[in-house]
């Protein structure tokens, strides 16, 4: 199995501003994604984190809103950028390859709060 | 269009009663599938992986079955617990080792003492 870890937990941000989560993974593994999940709703992806190169973002999420970063096998970051009141969701880490092969695990999660 | 659809929304049995929740997708050419349990305000844990060559999976008292004929997917519990009690949520994966999960919206469970 793997575990994830997230940073921040939860944040409470003000509009216009960014927020940066972090994901660390325990062991090296081939995919890393970042989902969302609006409240009272089921999770979204919004994009792949690809090591060295630029993330796989699905519609509706754009580089400009969304930048991810994935400088190695077991981290990435996701940034929300200028945010607004409609951002507030929690926001998942998962990963999955390597030792985990083709189950997909999931970080506990960042609950961000946009005034 | 891909989709996954949980049905119902939302379970409430008394404690011991075996029960059964249900996933549908829309596309057979499944990869693989599998279900995960969130609590409230907290990530998600897996619980069983269905690869698409599988019929069913089983962990304790949980079996997962998997009919890619007819698009469904069953997660069976057996002497439901209060500790159960949780959303559980239904996800296929079509692409393969590095594809990612579609989610269903997740059956709530309630298990009453």
């Known amino acids: 199995s793997a575990v994830i870890s997230q940073k921040p937990s939860r944040d409470i941000c003000q509009r216009g501003t960014s927020l940066t989560i972090q994901c660390q993974v325990d062991s090296q593994v081939t995919m890393m994604f970042w989902y969302r999940q609006q409240p009272g709703q089921s999770l979204t992806l919004i994009a792949t984190a690809n090591q060295g190169s630029e993330a796989t973002y699905e519609s509706g999420f754009v580089i400009d809103k969304f930048p991810i970063s994935r400088p190695n096998l077991t981290f990435s970051t996701l940034t929300v950028s200028n945010m607004s009141p409609e951002d507030s969701s929690i926001y998942l880490c998962s990963a999955k390859g390597s030792l985990t092969q083709d189950t997909q695990y999931f970080g506990p999660g960042t609950r961000l709060t946009v005034l | 269009k891909q989709e996954v659809t949980q049905i119902p929304a939302a379970l409430s049995v008394p404690e011991g009663e075996n029960l059964v929740l249900n996933c549908s997708f829309t596309?057979?050419?499944?990869?693989?599938l599998q279900w995960f349990r969130q609590d409230p305000g907290k990530g998600l844990t897996s619980l069983l992986l269905i690869q698409s060559s599988q019929r069913e999976q089983t962990s304790g008292r949980l079996n997962a079955s998997l009919d890619k004929s007819s698009g469904r997917s069953t997660l069976y519990i057996a002497a439901s617990q209060p500790g159960d009690s949780a959303t559980y949520l239904c996800?296929?994966?079509?692409?393969?080792?590095?594809?990612?999960?579609?989610f269903g919206k997740g059956t709530k469970l309630s298990v009453k003492p």
């Open positions: 996800a296929v994966n079509y692409g393969g080792s590095q594809g990612n999960l579609i």
């Open positions: 596309d057979s050419a499944i990869y693989n």
